[in-house]
């Protein structure tokens, strides 16, 4: 499962941080059509684009084939994850919180679960990680979008598509449209670079993935109440306030990063018998573990501020950087596999390798860009 998060649609935060409540459900509502909308345009464009997109990524042979099965498995459950991103916007907004981390840690577990079920217990590979992201992202869906629906009933709100409203969304939705395109297609480089290191190799990142995205969606709970802070101030006009509770959810990030990722290397260091009876992918479980604790900080206070600038619609801006990012971060995990090849490296360095380019690259890149934004005011207006 990846933590690819598409925004609720900026007006959401501010009418509800202005005190309109109803009118701030109904935008939500629009969101999630439009949602939904958009990620069936995205799955059927991937599922029909796998073999090239993987093809254009260096992938050949066996390799070729495991990375377009993925893609072609973990596609549909694309509308699932956006829809619960638009969902989890409602719940911000209301400062409803604690369900959007029930079914975030709920997914996850469910995740790793079906993750173990379908890889190793019935043998189905790459293949069984893109099923069970699938199922674990339309679970999350309904767990949120029930109450969702419940909650806006409940305030007398529509719950039918208002086409003017699905349309004033459908402009930052074509924005986010390329983002997630360009997120998706770094996250299945990722899944292509595993697969041509070697079967131990990407049955270890497997796991190591499904922690990683498990503790990811522990980060984003954690920003969640600084995102919800600081779109209200926004929609309020307090932009000095806004700025300081940005600073106050980053640090925060960071030092959640920090607690999380000592957690998790030491679940790398005792647990990974519990994944594998294999004493070398045990080994490289561990490996991967430690690499992504030790990085973990930076995730955390990318998370944070990367929720803050969501939050605040400034989406143009991240859609151009994470396409930035894409285009700078595919080219080097070729590079990786290239010097990985060449060196004759070990499974163990291999595994390092890919984990410092996710975490010090893709995270990184998009760690610096954010950085840049929110020391400048321009992200602040832009909902206004």
Not at 290 to 298: A, D, E, H, I, Q
Request: hydrophobic share 55%; with cysteine.
């Amino acid at each position: 499962m990846c933590s690819l998060r598409i925004a609720p649609h900026r007006r959401w935060g501010r009418l509800l941080g202005a005190g309109k409540r109803r009118e701030g459900l109904e935008a939500g509502v629009d969101g999630l059509w439009l949602a939904g909308i958009i990620g069936v345009v995205v799955s059927v464009m991937l599922f029909v684009i796998a073999r090239p997109l993987c093809m254009a990524m260096g992938a050949q042979g066996s390799v070729l084939h495991n990375a377009v099965d993925y893609v072609r498995a973990v596609v549909f459950g694309i509308p699932g994850m956006l829809l619960v991103y638009a969902a989890n916007g409602i719940f911000r907004g209301l400062q409803k919180v604690r369900i959007t981390l029930v079914a975030a840690v709920a997914g996850a577990v469910l995740n790793t679960i079906l993750d173990l079920l379908f890889i190793i217990g019935f043998g189905w590979g790459v293949f069984g990680s893109g099923v069970a992201t699938l199922i674990s992202q339309w679970f999350m869906a309904v767990v949120l979008i029930v109450p969702a629906v419940l909650w806006t009933r409940a305030e007398d709100a529509r719950l039918k598509p208002r086409l003017s409203g699905v349309l004033s969304s459908a402009g930052d939705g074509a924005v986010l449209f390329v983002r997630t395109l360009a997120l998706r297609a770094c996250l299945v480089a990722n899944v292509v670079l595993a697969t041509h290191m070697g079967v131990q190799v990407l049955a270890a990142y497997q796991v190591v993935n499904s922690s990683w995205n498990f503790v990811l969606n522990m980060l984003d709970a954690i920003g969640i109440a600084g995102q919800t802070l600081v779109a209200a101030q926004i929609g309020a006009r307090h932009e000095r306030e806004a700025m300081r509770l940005t600073r106050i959810a980053g640090r925060s990030g960071l030092c959640g990063g920090v607690a999380i990722g000592i957690g998790l290397m030491i679940a790398g260091w005792c647990a990974s018998p519990l994944f594998s009876q294999s004493i070398e992918i045990q080994h490289l479980i561990t490996v991967g573990m430690m690499v992504v604790g030790v990085t973990l900080p930076l995730a955390g206070w990318m998370w944070a501020v990367d929720g803050i600038l969501i939050g605040a619609g400034d989406y143009r801006y991240l859609a151009l950087t994470c396409m930035a990012t894409a285009a700078i971060y595919v080219p080097c995990l070729a590079a990786i596999g290239w010097i990985c090849d060449a060196m004759q490296a070990s499974s163990a360095l291999r595994m390092a390798l890919l984990w410092l380019a996710v975490n010090l690259l893709f995270v990184g890149l998009r760690a610096v860009f954010n950085g840049f934004r929110i020391r400048t005011s321009t992200w602040l207006h832009i909902a206004h």
